[in-house]
């Protein structure tokens, strides 16, 4: 079956570091990959996205990475602040299906 | 901002009873969506709308119905309510032509006894 998101389940960064999180994913034909961020006790909120005829993408802060070859993603964000602690985790869109990892809990140390 | 409102953020249920689950989207957005989280899982479809009336089958639709009669309002019902239906349940929205671009609601928490 497919599979989408083998994270690494925690990463603790320094503030101020930057941060790494990735995501391995397993059906070559996927047409995007997204990025979300769930914080405690709310629901999951849209980071960024990328096609997958894209390698790189930045947004505020964050840059997503899609290497098709291995077949992972990245996303990198810069200047890591404590209110970015919370579990990210990875998707991937083909047509009318989503595929969600089960994410990395990213805390941030002052 | 794009707000995704859901009925009640924690539900206990009797196994046996119908449970309708609401939410409201206000920014006439065309698509919308029900997901389940469980530990350990990622995030898994249940049902989606992208117009009113029409809806999709997700991975796991079994044991869940839904209603669109609005575009604002998608309604998630458990028909005879189960303990393995215990669980996180989110709502989403989307514009229609960003599929993946998906905002979501707060939860509901929902405990089957």
């Known amino acids: 079956g497919e599979s989408v998101g083998l994270h690494l389940p925690t990463l603790s960064v320094q503030e101020g570091d930057n941060s790494i999180i990735n995501c391995a994913y397993s059906?070559?034909?996927?047409?995007?990959f997204i990025w979300y961020k769930q914080e405690s006790g709310k629901g999951p909120q849209f980071i960024i996205d990328?096609?997958?005829?894209?390698d790189k993408r930045q947004g505020q802060r964050v840059t997503v990475l899609l290497n098709k070859t291995v077949k992972h993603l990245s996303l990198q964000i810069a200047a890591t602040q404590p209110g970015d602690s919370a579990v990210y985790f990875c998707?991937?869109?083909?047509?009318?299906?989503?595929?969600f990892g089960t994410g990395t809990s990213l805390t941030v140390i002052p | 901002d794009v707000k995704v409102t859901q009925s009640s953020r924690y539900l206990v249920k009797r196994t046996g009873e119908k449970v309708f689950l609401e939410c409201v989207q206000d920014?006439?957005?065309?698509?919308m969506f029900w997901y389940r989280q469980d530990p350990g899982l990622g995030l898994r479809l249940i049902y989606f709308?992208?117009?009113?009336?029409?809806?999709e089958k997700g991975d796991i639709p079994e044991g869940y119905s839904v209603s669109r009669e609005k575009k604002e309002r998608f309604s998630l019902i458990l028909e005879s309510a189960s303990t393995n239906q215990t669980s996180m349940y989110l709502c989403?929205?989307?514009?229609?032509?960003?599929?993946?671009?998906?905002?979501f609601g707060p939860g509901t928490r929902l405990t089957v006894t």
């Open positions: 989403a929205s989307s514009l229609g032509r960003s599929l993946y671009e998906q905002y």
């Open positions: 059906n070559s034909a996927s047409d995007y």
């Open positions: 990328i096609r997958s005829n894209m």
């Open positions: 998707a991937e869109n083909t047509g009318n299906q989503f595929y």
């Open positions: 920014m006439d957005h065309e698509n």
């Open positions: 709308s992208y117009d009113v009336k029409m809806k």
